[in-house]
């Protein structure tokens, strides 16, 4: 049973910063990343890490996010730097599950920045 427990969302200002963790059990995940989806908007990429340590950035994050993981604890973190308004949404964890590929979502922090 692939569970996934998120933290770390919250109320900051615009140039803040927060760290989202998520930590994944029930088995071994070759991509882990975060997605986030805003009012009205359809869900999209953050940044993904694989397995070897590579990372994909969504253009608006390169720069001021970055996303790590530590395989020991099955855990993968997404540090936001000088935050905007714009990034103000739900984060959601996904990971991807070694050799079968089924994906798995968390259940969703709030991310709220203040202009």
């Known amino acids: 049973q692939v569970q996934l427990v998120e933290s770390g969302g919250g109320l900051v200002q615009a140039g803040g910063s927060l760290r989202l963790s998520c930590a994944a059990s029930g088995s071994t995940f070759s991509t882990m990343g975060w997605y986030r989806q805003a009012p009205g908007k359809q869900r999209e990429l953050v940044a993904a890490?694989?397995?070897?340590?590579?990372?994909n950035y969504a253009d608006f994050a390169k720069g001021r996010f970055t996303i790590s993981r530590d395989n020991g604890k099955n855990t993968v973190y997404l540090e936001m730097n000088s935050l905007k308004p714009e990034d103000t949404a739900v984060y959601y964890c996904h990971v991807q599950r070694r050799f079968t590929m089924e994906d798995y979502w968390g259940q969703g922090t709030q991310v709220t920045v203040s202009s």
């Open positions: 890490i694989f397995s070897g340590g590579s990372t």
